[in-house]
């Protein structure tokens, strides 16, 4: 039977070293001066999440734990005790190795915050959580609403050698066909190996889903609109038509209306919900999340890069069977964009070509055997940035006659040469002493110029430490690990026959003592 255990303590003789967890909000005492060898103090693997639950439902609380010897998990509230056995109930789940708080029939007083203890011979680790009750009609308890604002569903940091926590999250609410290119955007180039990993985990997911939810299907990630609005979307039939819906951003709750004029908003239709942004700001980057009470049904990434266009995307004029093709350059690499007619995006495949240049600068789309169906306008995004053009087909009357001319052009002499130019010079740059650090400017010029790159008025074009390409007028330096000696002055000069052209900037390294 479980019992309530109070607070642990180090005694008198004992040591109290406070450590750090990676797990942030996670408080780990140890009570020895030196572990044993194969020993540890407790610690958090995954904390308990802030969780918002309708009066009369059930509520659980989870933890996943570590300590070698396997620590005790106890439990407890701010405001009185959890040690009645009708109200509370603790278990193990082993196959999900998670300690679990169970509230079979939440009141509305049993809205608190609440203290998950790992205790072993060497030390104890204590983190909080949040349970916030609404009242039947959906509304929380006043005394609650400004908490319910503020509850976090955390999830546990990266450790090393171990994959983002994250992406098995936007794995499980993707479709197959995307794994490849999430994995990629978090360097994973082989999935294959987390499949049975995965397939565990989606069954235990659809298991608590299926406690909410009849039916949940058509999941769509988040997504920039040719209109400006930023939306993701699901198709969802519920049990209970009053269950509660809440989003949360990087943990967060986020609260949000069902008129046009919120922001964010929801709109439902059906069976389908529309959750959207107008007018998306870098701000609005986050990691967002949709739970029916206690079920994740949801869960996807918007990213706001800082790019912007340097090319974009043109015009195009097509002859029916034949392909068009669009392309845009980009100030900073990214492995992909959206590309989109009206409101659906377009996928790689029998009717789209969809490609990136090697430096992930230059991104083509190819619209393969134009029909006139293909007529109208096309969307090139990146980030919150958009590029539009319109492809129109042409249909020609074929003279069966016509294979036997030969048109032959009048013979004429252009002179298209001219001395170089910056079209977008290069900006200031600052980073951190470690990470990477990528520049780049656009350059014109016929013939097309020589470019130099110098790092305080020394040439860094054959220097290996530094990986430069020039693309279709793109020039690019990627330090891969900047350091003290990256800081500095950094000039580009181009030159053709015709003439020279210089510009500058500055790279300023965080974290290195001038």
Not at 71 to 77: D, K
Not at 332 to 349: A, M, V
Not at 357 to 372: A, G, Q
């Amino acid at each position: 039977m479980w019992r309530h255990v109070k607070m642990f303590r180090p005694q008198a003789d004992q040591m109290a070293i406070k450590k750090q967890s990676r797990v942030p909000g996670v408080i780990i005492t140890q009570c020895v001066e030196h572990l044993p060898l194969g020993k540890s103090t407790p610690d958090f693997i995954r904390k308990p999440l802030a969780t918002t639950v309708q009066e009369g439902k059930k509520a659980a609380l989870k933890a996943m734990v570590s300590g070698e010897p396997v620590p005790t998990v106890t439990w407890e509230r701010n405001k009185g005790e959890v040690n009645d056995q009708e109200k509370y109930k603790t278990r193990y789940d082993e196959r999900a190795r998670e300690h679990i708080l169970e509230i079979p029939n939440v009141k509305l007083d049993q809205a608190d915050s609440y203290r998950c203890f790992a205790t072993n011979e060497y030390g104890k680790a204590v983190c909080t959580t949040t349970l916030t009750v609404t009242e039947a009609n959906g509304q929380a308890p006043q005394d609650f609403r400004s908490m319910l604002k503020k509850t976090k569903k955390q999830l546990p940091p990266m450790k090393e050698g171990e994959i983002d926590p994250k992406l098995w999250e936007l794995l499980l609410s993707a479709p197959r066909k995307d794994y490849e290119k999430i994995c990629f955007d978090f360097g994973v180039t082989d999935f294959r190996w987390l499949l049975k990993r995965l397939n565990q985990m989606k069954k235990e997911r659809e298991d608590e889903q299926a406690k909410v939810v009849e039916k949940l299907d058509d999941v769509k990630q988040i997504e920039v609109k040719p209109g400006g609005r930023a939306e993701f979307s699901l198709n969802m039939t519920l049990w209970d038509p009053n269950s509660a819906i809440n989003l949360y951003k990087d943990g967060k709750y986020v609260p949000y209306g069902d008129d046009e004029n919120s922001n964010p908003s929801l709109k439902k239709t059906g069976t389908k919900y529309v959750f959207s942004i107008k007018d998306p700001q870098p701000e609005d980057a986050g990691f967002y999340q949709l739970d029916v009470d206690e079920a994740n049904v949801l869960t996807t990434d918007f990213q706001v890069p800082a790019v912007e266009f340097i090319a974009k995307i043109k015009d195009e004029k097509a002859v029916e069977s034949e392909d068009a093709i669009f392309q845009c350059v980009l100030s900073t690499p990214l492995n992909r964009i959206t590309w989109s007619r009206r409101d659906s995006s377009l996928e790689h495949g029998d009717k789209y070509e969809i490609t990136v240049s090697e430096d992930k600068l230059i991104h083509t789309l190819r619209v393969k055997d134009c029909k006139m169906a293909d007529n109208g306008a096309y969307y090139a995004i990146a980030g919150i940035t958009s590029s539009t053009a319109s492809l129109t087909v042409e249909v020609i009357a074929r003279d069966p006659m016509r294979k036997f001319l030969v048109n032959m052009p009048e013979t004429k002499c252009l002179d298209f040469q001219s001395p170089p130019a910056f079209i977008v010079p290069l900006k200031r740059r600052i980073a951190p002493q470690g990470y990477e650090c990528h520049m780049s400017c656009a350059v014109k010029g016929d013939p097309a110029p020589r470019v130099t790159w110098y790092h305080n008025n020394i040439s860094l074009n054959t220097n290996t430490n530094y990986h430069i390409t020039n693309t279709c007028g793109v020039c690019s330096l990627l330090i891969l690990r900047v350091g003290a000696k990256d800081n500095g002055e950094y000039n580009v000069v181009i030159e053709n026959k015709l003439g020279t052209a210089e510009c500058s900037t500055i790279l300023n390294v965080r974290g290195i003592n001038l």
